[in-house]
T-cell receptor, first 115, second 115 residues
């Protein structure tokens, strides 16, 4: 089946630094990838929709200059948290939709801790 | 926009009993309803899904029912086992193939199966 690989699985960074999270579709092409944020004991909140070769579409309230998304190929999307602050600490999860198919496949998530 | 309500937020059952989780959605145009299982520190895993042209779908101990008129769908787990303990999310989206829209998630149900 479709597999999405997300790296790193966890990262600790200092306030003010930037962190990049990668999301790769391993055995299929994904024209669209989604980035979610999940706080403890809460549901997944969609941050942005990433379309290959075009600008990402951000949900209301999500700062596009802080959460940079790049979807340069059909198998890779990246989320960069710029100038991270402790309040950015969260679980970030990517998802991909199979090109021409149904359903969504999720990555394993990235636990970001900003100290 | 779409809104998905999920109940209960927590559910505790004895091993071997059945568990039922219910969700309602607001957008009658939604036509894809997946259920995800999320274990601690991991990404969501699809366990079963259903489309609006089907009323019920079953996969071994797991079944999903859909009532389009009432706009609600339910997850049924029979003969529960301790390894079924996790957080379960329902979701809804509209479209098909390349035009599938974003997934809107319920708030989740923490299922605990006591041995």
């Amino acid at each position: 089946g479709a597999v999405v690989s997300q790296h790193p699985s966890w990262v600790i960074c200092k306030s003010g630094t930037s962190v990049k999270i990668e999301c790769r579709s391993l055995d299929f092409q994904a024209t669209t990838m989604f980035w979610y944020r999940q706080f403890p004991k809460q549901s997944l909140m969609l941050m942005a929709t990433s379309n290959e070769g075009s600008k990402a579409t951000y949900e209301q309230g999500v700062e596009k200059d802080k959460f940079l998304i790049n979807h340069a190929s059909l198998t890779l999307s990246t989320l960069t948290v710029t100038s991270a602050h402790p309040e950015d600490s969260s679980f970030y999860i990517c998802s991909a939709r199979v090109l021409g198919g149904d359903g969504y496949t999720f990555g394993s998530g990235t636990r970001l801790t900003v100290v | 926009g779409e809104n998905v309500e999920q109940h209960p937020s927590t559910l505790s059952v004895q091993e071997g009993d059945s568990a039922v989780i219910k969700c309602t959605y607001s957008d009658s145009a939604s036509n894809y309803f997946p259920w995800y299982k999320q274990e601690l520190g991991k990404g969501p895993q699809l366990i079963i899904d259903i489309r609006s042209n089907v009323g019920e779908k079953k996969d071994q101990r797991i079944a999903v029912t859909l009532n389009k008129t009432a706009k609600h769908f339910s997850l049924h787990i029979t003969e529960t086992q301790p390894e079924d303990s996790a957080v379960y999310f329902c979701a809804a989206s509209f479209g098909s193939g390349g035009s599938q829209g974003n997934l809107i998630f319920g708030k989740g149900t923490k299922l605990s199966v006591k041995p």
